[in-house]
């Protein structure tokens, strides 16, 4: 009997034993950054197969997900009983976390959708994730009940003019709800921006919304779930739309240059569902109010918002205001284009910023410096008088005798007006418009003080993914002035500038660009709304234009300018792990080639290009347009480098999608273009192409166009000219930066990419902020040059500059052929002069550290998220020199040493977290 007792105790204890090691196991493999379409509870979606997402967080090394579980249910006490009763994945072995295509029931539109995951590894099982949601949105076109309203005219107070002044437009109406709401949907689009209200209270906290786009192809509805915001009995819901790029900031002027639409209209459409399994819909049409005569005098975004607090409407978005003299607005014909569900991230204020001085130029004006350069808007609170004004106006700089600097904004007035209602303290700030400042002028305001204003920096709603330090305080403010531009020109779109009357979306501006904001901000969806923007804008044959939306029609028909539409793609397949992008264009991005294939391609060399090698330095107008300088770069020879490389990428996106007859095509047609290139413009006696500028050499280098022993002769003509001609400084163009400092640190010149990183006179990006500059500024003498072009807040001139830091100084760079980062290939490059670099990447698997010191000996802390995989290269005379912990690092857990490769000791890990050191290295 005792041995019988002690025998099933011990069985319990073995079970007891078993469990606390799985509940152990599972404690250490958690799931984090749940993503829908890689959004946060995304509502409102119109992707018919969502893709979905999760990152593993583990302590472990070497944690690799072996199989996962998706449940999606219709109800949050559905997926709580682990009922997926819209999908049960089951147990699927696999190692894909993220961009899982959902494969359950088909959905249908107004759907909510619940959703969690559990995963298995090789370390251990995961607990269930913590819920996560997304709903869908109006799927078909039958669906939207409501009508377009609103007024397609001005009214007496507005100018529909070149410098238009046209007030925004207010609408309400009163409901009542009979029973409690159980869930309430809103689904609207509002024209150019709207700010939409509910009993009071504001739905959302984004602002400028709606995303830009041609609303001739597309138009974005947004979705909100209001069920907190509705009661039951009477309810109000009220709207205001301002004019954004719907309403044109120049209208009647240049109308074969500046596309129109029209006046701001709206279509709302709230869905209610209450408790007792009734409905009610309310749309917007002709029973609603509406009036123009209200505050929001105009709002225009080059020129600014004038706002009268007098003819405030207060009470107008509360039940029981009295709207008996409102007008009933007009239904409206809708936008030709095409309905379609936001996907992006909102434009949102992201931070606030306080002014670090305030000083008075004279009686009744002041200067307030900001101290940073940004976008966005002041918000100010203000006392006084009723009918007081104060006037705001915004600069980048200042003159010398401390007035703004406004040459540079053409004739942009970007002037806000607030008059005063009177009575207690009055805080206000623009909603419908925002400005690129650093400088506000004061007038009109009775004693201002520093702790009166405080700047609002609007932006899209990423999420910052790098961070980036060095031992080099020249890079590190040149990379904080990138951050700061960077953010500055992200409006729904990705614009050059946030200040003159343009704020364009040049194509040219982001090439590359685009790649190395990647590493600052997760600009995934936003590219991605950008390729459809881009698509929208292609004429029937086939051309796309230089700026997309094409909000000014330009359609140059240049190689450079377009070709972003398929580096684009590119980059976000491989920062991203998403190949929709590619999938959804590719047959557009096929018929561009063609069209100019046919049109400009002449014996194989590409006869047509536009801008050359755009802001060479020394800038002027005269050689920025010149062709005959010896400092600017053959077009024909760019053009067909170009046409090749696109030719490459074609070739790679033909096989990813399984179409192996293009993939052939693009590949014979490459090789007689090679041939081409080099009997055209490669001249054997000098080694050289053509006139022998960087550009001219580094693009056949850089795209592989020379591909025998002549290549390293090529390299040297590089070199030999930037030490030579450009003293050791930049010498390219817009073009040709976008590839110079990979290319110098690839063909084994990183000390000179570090010096030109770090050089502080013209022309250099040290030289800009030597000389004030926290944004990064349009022209390399953007302290001397020509007003009429020159922005202070301009990111073309970047280059491949922050991709340089990231994938060569931290040596964090996508592994190939394994798109998302699933695999890192972890190699840096260590010049001469810089002794440490900190820097980290949040991956779609997540986070990625490089954090390297050089003194005595080199130690590098690495990071390596789970479910990923790293080759990590160290500078060493041999393996055996290398450690890890304080062990060999061949012998260290998680560790597998590869091979020896040009000095540096190659190791293959796993996830986790690595101190590696080696004995310092020449």
Known sequence: MIKRIIKHTAFALLICLLFAAKLARAANIQLQNLRCEMLVNPQGIDAAQPRLSWQILSEERGVMQTAYHILVASSPQRLAANQGDLWDSHKVSSEESIMVPYAGKALGSRMPCYWKVKVWTSTGE???????????????PADWKACWVGAEHGFAWDSVSKFSRLSARYFRKEFRSAAAVKRAMVYVVGLGHYELYINGNKVGDQVLAQMPTDYNKS??????????????????????????????????????????????????????????????????????????????????EYDGEEYDATKELTGWTHVGYNDSKWLKPEIVPAPAGRLAAQMSEHIKVMQIIKPVSLTELKPGTCIMDMGQNFSGWVQMKVKGKRGDKVTLRFAETLQTNGELYTANLRDAKVTDVYTLKGGATEIWHPVFVYHGFRYVEITGYRKPDKSDFEGHVVYDALANTGQFETSNPIINQICRNAYWGILSNYKGMPVDC???????????????????????????KLYAKWLDDIEDAQTPEGAIPDVAPAYWNYYSDNMTWPGTYLLIADMLYKQYGDIRP????????????????????????????????????PESPELIHSRDSSRNTNGQLIATAYHFRMLFLMKRFAKMLGKQQDAQEFSALSAKIREAFNTRFFIQQTHQYDNGTVTANLLPL????????????????????????????????????????????????SDLAYRIATNTDYPSWGYMAKHGATTIWELWNGDTANPSMNSGNHIMLLGDLITWYYQNLAGIKVGVNNPGFKQVIMKP??????????????????????????????????????????????????????????????????VKFLKMDKGMAVFEAGSGNYSFAAPKTN
């Open 582 to 617: 590619v999938e959804k264009h590719y047959p557009s991005m096929k018929k561009w080639l063609s069209y100019m294939q046919a049109k400009y391609m002449k014996d194989y060399i590409m006869t047509k290009d536009k801008y050359g090698d755009w802001c060479v330095p």
């Open 219 to 300: 138009v974005l509805y947004n979705t909100f779930d209001v069920t907190p915001l509705l009661k039951k009995g009477s309810n109000a819901i009220a709207a205001v739309l301002g004019n954004g790029r719907y309403f044109t900031m120049r209208p009647k002027y240049k109308p074969k240059k500046i596309k129109e639409f029209g006046f701001p209209k709206m279509l709302l459409q709230l869905e209610v569902e209450y408790t007792d399994g009734t409905k009610k819909l309310v749309v917007s049409d002709g029973s609603w109010k509406m009036t123009a005569d209200g505050p929001i005098r105009s709002n225009n």
């Open 126 to 140: 995961s607990n269930w994730s913590k819920p996560a949601n997304w709903s869908t949105g109006l799927l078909k």
């Open 829 to 894: 490059n260590i010049p001469e002069g810089l002794t440490y670099v900190k820097a980290s990447y949040r991956t779609p698997y997540g986070q990625v550290k490089s954090e390297w010191h050089k003194e005595k000996n080199f130690n590098w802390q690495v990071t390596i998220p789970a479910n990923c995989t790293a080759l990590i290269s160290i500078p060493a005379s041999s393996a055996d020199v290398v450690t890890e912990g304080g062990k060999k690092a061949a012998q260290a857990n998680g």
């Open 498 to 524: 946030p200040q003159r009357n343009e704020r364009m979306p040049w194509l040219g501006d982001r090439a590359t660009g685009c790649l190395g904001e990647s590493f600052v901000f997760d600009n995934h």
């Open 702 to 749: 850089y795209f592989d166009i020379r591909q025998d022993a002549d290549k390293e002769a090529v390299f040297e003509n590089i070199v030999n000219r930037v030490l030579t001609t450009d003293n050791g400084h930049i010498g390219t163009g817009v073009i040709g930066t976008q590839w110079l400092m990979r290319g110098l640190t690839e063909n084994g010149r």
